[in-house]
């Protein structure tokens, strides 16, 4: 069953996202389907949407919540696992990724506030598996001066995401190379969410194969 038929007959605790993020969840976490494999999401809720991963991902993923909210803390059951603190405190995330890292798949839906996604993927990017998948929900904040956004704002998500373009394209174009160039092989950004996929990424190389060119005498 897809995760948009997932969602559909969905009849348990409430779920609300926007539809053109489902295409999206599926394109980069369908590859994680019932695997041994754990998913963070920040932002708990109403709890439905931690139904929701466990269903689609299957019986062998763990999924693990974290919200503000102590109520969400009843949200738990076989598979799911929810933990109370800020995403914005570097120490609490440490002691999730403690428990329960390293993860294959982090879902950023918590606070929207552009300071707190920041901060939360410069401390867990690392903390994904090899071949992880990071993605950010509702980035449509950096537009929102209440979020701390604004068109072009410095310190915003995307232009935090500006940024690891550069970085991504570091071994050959933009002239320095950090982890995040070694560990990343693509972002995919989309209207409202963001996705980054880890991977070994190496300098890549021009190969020239087949006929060999033919030489163009310049016009006189």
Known sequence: MSLWEQFLTHEGRGVQKWTQYIPVYERHVARFQNRSITMLEIGVNRGGSLQMWKR????????????????????????????????????????ICEEFGPFDVILDDGSHINDHQVVTIEHLYNRLTPEGVYLVEDTHTSYVERYGGGLRAPG??????????????????????????????????????????????????????????????PKL
């Open 156 to 217: 915003t998500f995307i232009e935090y995401c500006k940024n690891k373009i550069d970085a991504l394209n570091g071994y050959n174009y933009s002239g320095g190379v950090d982890q995040f160039t070694k560990n990343t092989i693509s972002i995919h950004v989309y209207d409202s969410i963001v996705v980054f996929e880890r991977g070994r990424h190496r300098r890549s190389t021009s190969v020239d194969r087949g006929e060999p060119r033919l030489a163009v005498k």
């Open 56 to 95: 689609y991902l299957g019986p062998y993923a763990t999924i693990v919540g974290v919200d503000i909210a102590e109520k969400c803390k009843e949200f738990e059951e076989d598979q799911i696992y929810v933990r109370i603190g800020s995403q914005a405190d570097t120490a609490f995330l440490d002691e």
